[in-house]
């Protein structure tokens, strides 16, 4: 049973930018993490903004500010692309 506080659904916005993502070229899918409640990207940071937290093995850890909190994403690449979206997510925003 998850924890308490704890949710995987998304805003409209956050779905709005995931739906983006999966659009640029390399990108093969976006999958949906755990949420945490309460907590945010910090800064100017908006619903549906993304962060890159780093490269691993067949594509990019993530984590978005959703309305409720943070939601950490992996975004699925193919091989040797992953520089390519991080640049262009980063352009996002």
Do not use: N
């Amino acid at each position: 049973m998850p924890s308490r506080g704890r949710h995987q659904s998304s805003s409209k916005e956050c779905l709005k930018v995931f739906r983006k993502i999966e659009s640029f070229p390399g990108v093969v899918g976006v999958i949906i993490g755990r949420s945490y409640g309460g907590k945010s990207l910090g800064g100017k940071s908006t619903t549906g903004s993304v962060r890159i937290q780093r490269v691993v093995s067949g594509g990019l850890k993530a984590v978005t500010q959703s309305s409720k909190g943070l939601q950490e994403l992996f975004i699925r690449t193919k091989e040797g692309a992953e520089e390519e979206v991080w640049r262009e997510i980063d352009s996002m925003f």
